[in-house]
């Protein structure tokens, strides 16, 4: 039993349809004959709006020969892994990577043309806002809040961090400030009327990440263009470079060149650039850890760490919590034009019983949802006001005249105090000698190192 050309049809656009590849096929004439559902999707058209038309009916091109399925029929040209860039019906810009073959007839005659097409649209505006979006710096030293002890202390070791062009490593938890520190480093230095960019590793897909630190040379692959990276943008001023731990092995080994060398090459290049950049870089996790866990390179962590900086979490520095709420109180005043005065001696208790696994950004955060829910005319925050999450995650005091246990630490915080004071001991046991005391810890003398200044532990040799 033979099938008709329309069962033949009727098979041919099911079986494209499934296909999660855009497929628009042409005919002799240059009609659309085909045009499947993910093409539709990737061009935010229907099949209505392009079967039976011509390609210069629907689309526009910058010139007409840049159509890859005007250029397979009219030339019989082949396309392999080619980025186009055009405008759909409603003018809105499209960029995909074609294979467009012609299609020939058993005489070798070109009948009609096929593409297939994958959607970059995304990743190439990713790609522009990125390279185009160079960050404003609007913190300084003066901007960040804080009186605790340890706190004060790493302010001014950032301070001191001005006046040289050394590698910075800002280790921290999330939400404990880390970019405003970076910022501050930089308005605080001599580049500070240089460019500042920042960029977070991890918020941008492993294939495109390499090309936007260090730029691209024009043919290194199909559809490159000549494009500056973020180091080459940053020459004379500094980058932060924003969980560094995420970077893969290869990369984080051609950043520890550019670091050694300070000089970049794009890629597909084989000419190195000259560059003069300070280069900052945060990480959210313990980095004697992310070096055992395979995420970060020691040679790289004994580069960007010249000077290391760790920022306590707030649960660390719980004296600051009066003034970094007065701080987000006047802040939100501002921008909601209220007139709120404070919060509550209760919803300070609630938050002094608090751990803050989110640091400062959280009580940013619950300030800013507390007061949402405010009357005009109300005055102070209170507990009722304070998101309901919030409210069920901290312990709940008995009545005053009730023994009070005391409320429940995080494994972490409690780890942490064990930690440091058995640390405290065992050092001064070996009278502060690092070398000893670390071979009866049995771990590296770095490891040790690196817990002290974690713990800002005092009065000990190296």
């Not at 240089?194 to 559809?223: D, H, V, Y």
Request: glycine share 4%; aromatic share 8%; net charge negative.
């Amino acid at each position: 039993m033979f099938l008709d050309n329309e069962d033949y049809h009727s098979i041919l656009y099911s079986l494209t349809d499934v296909i999660d590849i855009g497929i628009h096929i042409i005919d002799q004439n240059g009609r659309t004959i085909i045009y499947n559902k993910k093409m539709s999707e990737i061009e935010g058209m229907s099949s209505q709006d392009v079967l039976m038309k011509k390609i210069p009916e629907v689309f526009k091109f910058h010139k007409e020969t840049e159509s890859t399925l005007i250029r397979a029929l009219h030339y019989g040209q082949e396309t392999k892994n080619s980025k186009q860039t055009y405008f759909n019906n409603r003018g809105q810009e499209i960029t995909t990577i074609n294979n467009t073959i012609p299609i020939f007839n058993q005489n070798k005659k070109v009948i009609g043309a096929i593409e297939a097409a994958k959607d970059i649209s995304n990743l190439e505006r990713l790609i522009k806002d990125t390279l185009l979006n160079k960050s404003e710096t609007k913190y300084t030293f003066e901007s960040i809040i804080g009186e605790s002890e340890n706190f004060l202390a790493v302010i001014e070791q950032s301070k001191r961090s001005t006046r040289t062009a050394s590698s910075i490593l800002i280790v921290g938890e999330t939400g404990t400030g880390k970019e405003l520190f970076a910022q501050s480093i930089h308005n605080g230095s001599n580049r500070s009327s240089m460019p500042f960019i920042s960029q977070n590793c991890a918020a941008l897909p492993e294939s495109l990440i390499e090309s936007i630190l260090f730029g691209t040379k024009k043919g290194a692959f199909t559809g490159s263009i000549e494009r500056p990276g973020l180091f080459e943008q940053a020459h004379g001023g500094t980058i932060l470079l924003d969980e560094i731990n995420s970077l893969n092995p290869q990369l984080q080994a051609k950043l520890l060149r550019t670091i050694q060398e300070r000089t970049i090459r794009r890629v597909g290049d084989t000419k190195d650039i000259d560059i003069d950049v300070r280069i900052i870089a945060t990480i959210n996790e313990d980095p004697i850890e992310a070096i055992a866990n395979g995420h970060l390179r020691k040679d790289l962590y004994y580069r960007l760490s010249v000077v290391t900086l760790f920022i306590p979490p707030l649960r660390e520095r719980k004296q600051d919590i009066h003034l970094l709420a007065h701080s987000f109180i006047k802040k939100f005043n501002d921008l909601f034009d209220l007139t709120i005065e404070d919060l509550s001696e209760e919803g300070y208790s609630l938050f002094y019983d608090y751990e803050w696994p989110g640091n400062v950004r959280e009580l940013e955060h619950i300030i800013e949802g507390a007061m949402n829910l405010l009357e005009s005319t109300d005055k102070i925050i209170q507990i009722s006001h304070l998101p309901t999450l919030y409210k069920k995650k901290v312990p709940v005091k008995t009545n005053q005249h009730e023994e009070v246990s005391e409320p429940l630490r995080s494994l972490e915080d409690y780890l942490s105090t064990t930690e440091k004071l058995y640390l405290e001991n065992v050092l001064k046991q070996y009278h502060f000698n690092v070398s000893q005391a670390a071979k009866a810890l049995q771990i590296s003398r770095q490891s040790l190192q690196y817990r002290l200044r974690k713990y800002q532990i005092k009065s000990f040799t190296v």
